[in-house]
């Protein structure tokens, strides 16, 4: 069989590393591409990967998500391999919970905006010229997308693209940050979806959800954000081991993603989101104003 290459981002822990493991796992024809920020980190991970699988076929290539101009350097590197990719997966992302500084990156944007959404975006439009003829795209989205209301926040509702990307101080120490990326992640994948759709691409585009893990997306492991989850939603939690099961089942498998646009919800079954994700104003505005945003990288 020929090579699959599988580019994971966020594969250095938690879920990404998780569902890597089980990819690589699978067969040794896939080939694992872990973008990381710290190599030497990366290279403790590789190993636990070929230990876990028996598959040494994994690569490191420097990429911070957080740090736009970081982007393209990784794509003229991954080039240089002359791969084309099975599937990318758009894993990576920053909660923040318990945080309470504003954080703006070197470009001036919020670094949950960029980090869980406008660096993928890039990464996704930079590497779509190499994906194979039936690729598969996932970006791991969240039911947070559509969060259970609080004191603080009783309504969730749109409040435009820039609104987000350059917050307020007070929005920029608000969790809804979080629920918000994850809501650019689904609108992200239904436009690419429509967009691929009307190119006659055979590109497959979907988004996973893991649940809520104790993993390092929660800083500081912020006791009491779960103990509300647990009492509000317990149904929102996820098990790591399942959840990255299955991830990497839908990755590996080409029997079980025939179609894009949908939500995995911790296993291998779609289900629907929630209305607002499905507004077609809001995708485009992101995807314009993201366009935007990268005129100048």
């Given at each position: 069989?020929?090579?699959?290459?599988?580019?994971?981002?966020?594969?250095?822990?938690?879920?990404?590393?998780?569902?890597?493991?089980?990819?690589?796992?699978?067969?040794?024809?896939?080939?694992?591409?872990?973008?990381?920020?710290?190599?030497?980190?990366?290279?403790?991970?590789?190993?636990?990967?070929?230990?876990?699988?028996?598959?040494?076929?994994?690569?490191?290539?420097?990429?911070?998500?957080?740090?736009?101009?970081?982007?393209?350097?990784?794509?003229?590197?991954?080039?240089?391999?002359?791969?084309?990719?099975?599937?990318?997966?758009?894993?990576?992302?920053?909660?923040?919970?318990?945080?309470?500084?504003?954080?703006?990156?070197?470009?001036?944007?919020?670094?949950?905006?960029?980090?869980?959404?406008?660096?993928?975006?890039?990464?996704?439009?930079?590497?779509?010229?190499?994906?194979?003829?039936?690729?598969?795209?996932?970006?791991?989205?969240?039911?947070?997308?559509?969060?259970?209301?609080?004191?603080?926040?009783?309504?969730?509702?749109?409040?435009?693209?820039?609104?987000?990307?350059?917050?307020?101080?007070?929005?920029?120490?608000?969790?809804?940050?979080?629920?918000?990326?994850?809501?650019?992640?689904?609108?992200?994948?239904?436009?690419?979806?429509?967009?691929?759709?009307?190119?006659?691409?055979?590109?497959?585009?979907?988004?996973?959800?893991?649940?809520?893990?104790?993993t390092h997306l929660i800083e500081g492991g912020n006791d009491q954000f779960y103990e509300f989850i647990r009492i509000n939603v317990p149904e929102r939690y996820g098990d790591?081991?399942?959840?990255?099961?299955?991830?990497?089942?839908?990755?590996?498998?080409?029997?079980?993603?025939?179609?894009?646009?949908?939500?995995?919800?911790?296993?291998?079954?779609?289900?629907?989101?929630?209305?607002?994700?499905?507004?077609?104003?809001?995708?485009?505005?992101?995807?314009?104003?993201?366009?935007?945003?990268?005129?100048?990288?």
């Amino acid at each position: 069989m020929p090579e699959k290459v599988v580019l994971i981002t966020g594969a250095t822990s938690g879920l990404g590393l998780e569902t890597a493991k089980k990819v690589a796992k699978q067969s040794q024809d896939f080939h694992i591409i872990i973008p990381c920020r710290n190599i030497k980190k990366g290279e403790a991970v590789k190993q636990q990967i070929i230990e876990y699988s028996g598959n040494s076929n994994i690569d490191l290539l420097y990429m911070d998500l957080s740090d736009i101009s970081s982007i393209k350097p990784f794509v003229e590197e991954f080039k240089k391999l002359n791969k084309s990719i099975y599937a990318l997966v758009c894993n990576a992302g920053i909660s923040r919970f318990g945080k309470n500084e504003k954080e703006i990156t070197a470009e001036g944007f919020d670094i949950i905006f960029v980090s869980n959404h406008l660096g993928h975006f890039l990464l996704t439009k930079l590497l779509l010229p190499f994906m194979e003829k039936k690729g598969k795209i996932f970006y791991t989205s969240s039911d947070m997308h559509n969060p259970p209301p609080s004191e603080e926040d009783p309504k969730f509702e749109w409040i435009g693209v820039d609104a987000l990307a350059h917050p307020d101080d007070k929005l920029a120490v608000s969790p809804q940050r979080y629920a918000y990326s994850k809501l650019f992640n689904l609108y992200y994948v239904y436009e690419l979806t429509r967009r691929l759709k009307a190119e006659k691409s055979e590109i497959l585009v979907n988004a996973f959800n893991p649940g809520l893990m104790r993993t390092h997306l929660i800083e500081g492991g912020n006791d009491q954000f779960y103990e509300f989850i647990r009492i509000n939603v317990p149904e929102r939690y996820g098990d790591l081991e399942k959840s990255s099961s299955a991830y990497a089942e839908l990755i590996y498998s080409d029997d079980i993603v025939l179609s894009s646009g949908h939500f995995y919800d911790r296993s291998v079954r779609p289900c629907f989101t929630s209305p607002l994700s499905y507004n077609e104003e809001n995708a485009k505005e992101l995807w314009e104003k993201s366009e935007e945003y990268l005129k100048s990288f």
